[in-house]
C-alpha cells in the first residue's frame, strides 16, 4: 500500500488521496465512517487489470484533516470535485458506497458531473432516508435520533456492535477488526454530522442531474432500506441498471469480493 499525499479542498484542509496504477481510471468515496483503506482489495484487483485507482479519505476520516464542520453535501461535493481536478482524471467511473451516493449525486447537480463517464453505486442512502409524509419508504426521525444518540454516548460500542452489518455476521475477526479500526480513526463530531447529513439530505429532485451509464448494486441481507433505497435510485436515473447480491450485507465488495470485482471491472470498461 503507497502512502497517502494530500489536496488542499476548497476551504482550506488536506484531503489524503492515494493514485495507484495506469490506465482508465476508476475512482473510490467510501462509505460512514470508514476510510479509503476498505477500498485497498480493489484497488489492487484494478491495479492488476490496467486500470488506474483513485482513493481518498473523507475529511473527519482516515489521514484527512478533521475540522469541526464542512460534513454538508455541498462541501463534501466540493472535496470530490478538488480530487478529481487535482488529479486531472478524466471519463473516469465513480464507485460510491453508502452515504457517499449522496456526493455522487450532488456533484452531479453541483459541479455537472464533470470528469465522470459512468456511476456505481454500492448499497446507497439516496434518494432520501427520513421519513415524511411524502416519503413514507423512509426511516422515522426518532429512530435516526436514537442512533445519533447512541452513538454520541458510546462510540465505541456503537460501531462494534455496527460492525457485522457490514463486513458480514461470519466475517473472521481480522477483517472485522480491520474496518472496526478504520471507523475508530474517524473523528466523533464528523461521524455525527455525516450521519446528519445522510439521512436528513432529500436529493430526490437531484437525481435527473445523473446522465451517465449508472448500475445500482445491494445485498439483500442490507437492512430493508437499503432495498428501497437501491430500487428508488434506479427509478430516479433514466437507463441505469440494478442488481442484487443474494443474502448478502452492507459491504458487499468485502463478503462477496470476487463477484463485486467481477461486476466493476466489467462495468469499468463498458
Known amino acids: 500500500m503507497t502512502r497517502p499525499t494530500f489536496v488542499e479542498s476548497r476551504d482550506g484542509h488536506l484531503l489524503a488521496y492515494r493514485d495507484e496504477g495506469s490506465g482508465s481510471p476508476v475512482v473510490f468515496v467510501h462509505g460512514w465512517s470508514l476510510s479509503g483503506d476498505i477500498w485497498q482489495p480493489q484497488i489492487e484487483f484494478l491495479v492488476a487489470n490496467a486500470h488506474r485507482a483513485i482513493v481518498y479519505d473523507r475529511r473527519g476520516h482516515g489521514h484527512s484533516a478533521k475540522p469541526p464542520a464542512g460534513y454538508d453535501y455541498d462541501t463534501l461535493s466540493d472535496d470530490l470535485a478538488a480530487v478529481l481536478t487535482h488529479t486531472g482524471v478524466d471519463d473516469a467511473t465513480l464507485v460510491v458506497h453508502s452515504m457517499a451516493s449522496g456526493e455522487a449525486v450532488r456533484y452531479f447537480s453541483r459541479h455537472g458531473g464533470k470528469r465522470i ?3 456505481l453505486f454500492v448499497a446507497p442512502t439516496t434518494p432520501f432516508a427520513l421519513k415524511t409524509a411524502d416519503n413514507p419508504d423512509g426511516l422515522p426521525g426518532e429512530i435516526w435520533d436514537g442512533m445519533v444518540a447512541a452513538l ?5 460500542a456503537y460501531l462494534t456492535n455496527g460492525a457485522p452489518s457490514l463486513v458480514g455476521q461470519n466475517a473472521t475477526a481480522e477483517t472485522t477488526r480491520w474496518a472496526l479500526d478504520m471507523a475508530l480513526r474517524a473523528a466523533p463530531n464528523a461521524l455525527v454530522q455525516c450521519m446528519r447529513a445522510f439521512t436528513e439530505t432529500d436529493f430526490r429532485g437531484e437525481m435527473a442531474a445523473i446522465k451517465v451509464p449508472s448500475l445500482i448494486l445491494y445485498g439483500t441481507g442490507d437492512l430493508p432500506l437499503i432495498a428501497s433505497n437501491a430500487a428508488r435510485t434506479r427509478a430516479a ?5 440494478i442488481d442484487a447480491y443474494e443474502g448478502a ?9 470476487e463477484r463485486f470485482d467481477a461486476d466493476l471491472l466489467r462495468f469499468a470498461r463498458s
Not at 454520541?152 to 465505541?156: A, E, L, Q, S
Not at 450485507?249 to 469480493?257: K, L, V
Open 249 to 257: 450485507p452492507h459491504g458487499i465488495f468485502i463478503t462477496d469480493r
Open 117 to 119: 463517464a459512468r456511476l
Open 152 to 156: 454520541t454516548n458510546d462510540r465505541k
Open 237 to 241: 436515473i433514466a437507463g441505469s441498471s
